[in-house]
T-cell receptor
């Protein structure tokens, strides 16, 4: 069975605050991805894990962003010192066969 | 420069007609191409994958074509229904690209009127 939950679904924060998002696949998946999506755009790749190893980071992932997958199951994405430009939908996905990706519902971040 | 373009930001059609969405790319050599559906406030949902050596793929009312010479994919929904209204995203998976990360287009918003 495949499913991905993300928490929280919505987050409103003030500029300069830190936020952390969580992604929970309901079953084991080796590969887990984070994307960012702004209004009117497609998802943009941020980073990718193979089990607990973070194998690639996009240039979009500035020093203020950090992601972890400590036990190779759930993953967290933290943004430090948030900026208004960080406002977006943050999507988590797991890879199924044939490189099809199964996405979670996303966390919508609004930075005031 | 590398680009993925989905023609038409929005497409409005009448129920029962065939919707045709276009995905063009430049300066990429994709191993395969995927189509996703996205509803407002939700994550994308995988629909179809077509490989570079395949010309056409079908799934129920959906049909995808892939022309690597024209660098274009067409996505068709036949006998469209209002429930098909959503944004449709094409995504390229690249040779030598990162393991499984996809390059997405901006999407085409389809509205099917009853």
């Amino acid at each position: 069975d495949t499913g991905v939950s993300q928490d929280p679904r919505h987050k409103i924060t003030k500029r300069g605050q830190n936020v952390t998002f969580r992604c929970d696949p309901i079953s084991e998946h080796n590969r887990l991805y984070w994307y960012r999506q702004t209004l009117g755009q497609g998802p943009e790749f941020l980073t990718y894990f193979q089990n607990e190893a973070q194998l690639e980071k996009s240039r979009l992932l500035s020093d203020r962003f950090s992601a972890e997958r400590p036990k190779g199951s759930f993953s967290t994405l933290e943004i430090q010192r948030t900026e208004q430009g960080d406002s977006a939908m943050y999507l988590c996905a797991v890879r199924l066969g044939d490189n099809e990706q199964f996405f979670g519902p996303g966390t919508r971040l609004t930075v005031l | 420069s590398q680009k993925i373009e989905q023609n038409s930001e929005a497409l409005n059609i009448q129920e029962g007609k065939t919707a045709t969405l276009t995905c063009n790319y430049t300066n990429y050599s994709p191993a395969y191409l995927q189509w996703y559906r996205q509803d407002p406030g939700r994550g994308p949902v995988f629909l179809l994958l077509i490989r570079e050596n395949e010309k056409e793929k079908r799934k129920e009312r959906l049909k995808v074509t892939f022309d690597t010479t024209l660098k274009q994919s067409l996505f068709h929904i036949t006998a469209s229904q209002p429930a098909d209204s959503a944004t449709y995203l094409c995504a390229l998976y690249l040779y030598g690209g990162s393991q499984g990360n996809l390059i997405f287009g901006k999407g085409t918003k389809l509205s099917v009127k009853p």
